[in-house]
């Protein structure tokens, strides 16, 4: 089966602090995304990647950034938090259609 | 960027009763409409997806019905039971590199 790991659950973290995200896929997928996932607005793409070193900006990467070194691996930075960053943010994988999620991180910024 | 637009945001049936989400697209140049379903504490996981040229799929209580007239897609979950309580999302291929173009979901709750 294929997994996808992320690096914390939950995590809390102040206004102002970078902050790293950390996913692991072992499928060896190309492809990877990050999304942030709020009541009532969906799964928004923050950023996707589809080789190592290759990125690709999604819908809402202002205040975001990705660091993909290895394959099997994707970071989410935020650089300075803030409060309106609050969110659960999910990992995602796909060498085809389907995409494979993480269990997700949720962040609180303070 | 074209969008996926899903109805309803929330949905209560009662135990048995049939589950319909919809889901309409604003063009037909796409060829991959899966659905997810994202239990509580979980990421979302594929559930059935569809192609336009097959009008109906159906994985056990689980159906896909496709209208490419209509540009409509639509999950109906047959004799719902509380386990199929969960956020589903409808989606759409984006047309490259493997990204989907998703709705905003509908949460389900089945009541027993």
Redesign the interface.
């Known amino acids: 089966d294929v997994k996808v790991t992320q690096s914390s659950r939950y995590l809390v973290k102040r206004t102002g602090e970078k902050v790293f995200l950390e996913c692991v896929q072992d499928m060896d997928h190309e492809n990877m995304f990050w999304y942030r996932q709020d009541p009532g607005l969906g799964l928004r793409l923050i950023y996707f990647s589809y080789d190592v070193k290759m990125k690709e900006k999604g819908d809402i990467p202002e205040g975001y950034s990705v660091s993909r070194e290895k394959k099997e691996r994707f970071s989410l930075i935020l650089e300075s938090a803030s409060t309106n960053q609050t969110s659960m943010y999910l990992c995602a994988s796909t060498s085809s259609r389907e995409q494979f999620f993480g269990p997700g991180t949720r962040l609180t910024v303070l | 960027?074209q969008q996926v637009k899903q109805s309803p945001?929330s949905l209560i049936v009662q135990k048995g009763g049939i589950s319909i989400i919809n889901c309409a697209y604003e063009n037909t140049a796409f060829d991959?409409f899966?659905w997810?379903q994202q239990f509580p504490?979980?990421?979302?996981?594929?559930l059935i997806?569809i192609r336009p040229d097959v009008s109906e799929k159906k994985e056990g209580r689980f159906t896909i019905s496709f209208n490419k007239s209509a540009k409509q897609f639509s999950l109906h979950i047959m004799d719902s039971q509380p386990g199929d309580s969960a956020t589903y999302?409808c989606a759409r291929?984006a047309g490259n590199?493997?990204?989907?173009i998703?709705?905003?979901?509908t949460s389900l709750a089945v009541n027993p």
């Open positions: 960027q945001q991959y899966p997810y504490g979980k990421g979302p996981a594929l997806a999302f291929d590199n493997r990204k989907l998703w709705g905003l979901g």
